[in-house]
């Protein structure tokens, strides 16, 4: 998929970066295009994309922080973390 205007131009085989982050989604530089478990795809041109690792949020595949009730409530381990 070409690159917008505004976007720098990213040379072909140029690696796209993912962030893993503990406790939240996967940041992931854009633009992005998803393919669904249905076999749909949906496509962000943003220039950094949050996509969901734990499965709450309502406009699913993209982050909507509803990991952050999840991370705050009770049973977990000492300060907070597992």
């Known amino acids: 998929m070409p690159n917008s205007p505004s976007e ?9 970066r993912i ?7 996967l940041l992931v530089e854009g633009p992005v295009e998803v393919e669904l478990e249905d076999g749909t795809t949906v496509f962000s041109d943003r220039f950094r994309v949050a996509l969901c690792t734990c499965r709450r949020s309502r406009r699913f595949p993209w982050c909507d922080t509803s990991h952050r ?11 907070g973390k597992d």
């Open 8 to 16: 720098p131009q990213r040379p072909p085989g140029t690696p796209r």
């Open 19 to 25: 962030k893993v982050q503990r406790r939240g989604p």
């Open 69 to 79: 009730a999840r991370s705050s409530g009770a049973g977990e381990g000492p300060g």
